[in-house]
């Protein structure tokens, strides 16, 4: 079955820049809609980008909006997350979701661990 690898995560500055990425393996993402989602300690998980399977849209939570954007390459079955002017309440661990034919994200990856110093 889809397994998702998160990667690109680390230890960054406030002001800085990470790009995540999100490579599928046992499934081709082409026919996805694909998202980001984040959680930060004592914090329910939150969305914070999704793309739609051709990429032609892309939505993305108010907080991370200007600063974030998401894209995919399905010839390289991965999404990416390309993270700029980082803050620290973007600290966060970071997943990669497939959204399934009934609507929800029931596909997640294990996860990158972000975290922005002030």
């Known amino acids: 079955q889809v397994q998702l690898v998160e990667s690109g995560g680390g230890l960054v500055q406030a002001g800085g820049s990470l790009r995540l990425s999100c490579a599928a393996s046992g499934r081709t993402l082409n026919r996805y809609t694909m998202g980001w989602f984040r959680q930060a300690p004592g914090k329910e998980r939150e969305f914070v980008a999704a793309?739609?399977?051709?990429?032609?849209?892309?939505y993305s939570t108010n907080s991370v909006k200007g600063r974030f954007t998401i894209s995919r390459d399905n010839a390289k079955n991965t999404v990416y997350l390309q993270m700029n002017s980082l803050k620290p309440e973007d600290t966060a661990v970071y997943y990669c979701?497939?959204?399934?034919?009934?609507?929800?994200?029931?596909?997640w990856g294990q996860g990158t661990q972000v975290t922005v110093s002030s």
């Open positions: 979701a497939v959204q399934s034919n009934w609507g929800r994200y029931d596909t």
């Open positions: 793309i739609t399977s051709s990429g032609g849209s892309t």
